[in-house]
């Protein structure tokens, strides 16, 4: 099972710009479907982002155009760049590895958005 660790997390003022990091290990990362997750205070876990094992994306509508996944193969990383935060983007981030219904999760980065 794959190792999941995330970095990049912080404050950031409304409109400004993150860039999360997954660092993966332990498996063959290619064979892994990859996302983001959320989850703020109150609320349930909500999916972010997701990149398949082919490398098909999708978004959740509340992030898109705003927000974009991609990953490195070489580097085992997949990464979420974040544009134009709005405080309603404030939670704590997980990034999860998903393979044969086997899924791995990260511990979480935190990321608050607040002037």
């Known amino acids: 099972q794959v190792q999941l660790v995330e970095s990049g997390g912080g404050l950031v003022q409304p409109g400004g710009s993150l860039r999360l990091s997954c660092a993966a290990s332990?498996?063959?990362?290619?064979?892994?479907?990859m996302a983001w997750y959320r989850q703020a205070p109150g609320n349930e876990r909500e999916l972010v982002a997701r990149i398949s094992r082919l490398g098909s994306i999708n978004y959740a509508d509340s992030v898109k155009g705003r927000f974009t996944i991609s990953r490195d193969i070489a580097k085992n990383t997949v990464y979420l760049q974040m544009n134009s935060l709005k405080p309603e983007d404030t939670a704590v981030y997980y990034c999860?590895?998903?393979?044969?219904?086997?899924?791995?999760w990260g511990q979480g980065t935190q990321v608050t958005v607040s002037p």
């Open positions: 999860n590895g998903a393979f044969q219904g086997l899924n791995s």
């Open positions: 332990g498996t063959r990362f290619s064979i892994y479907a």
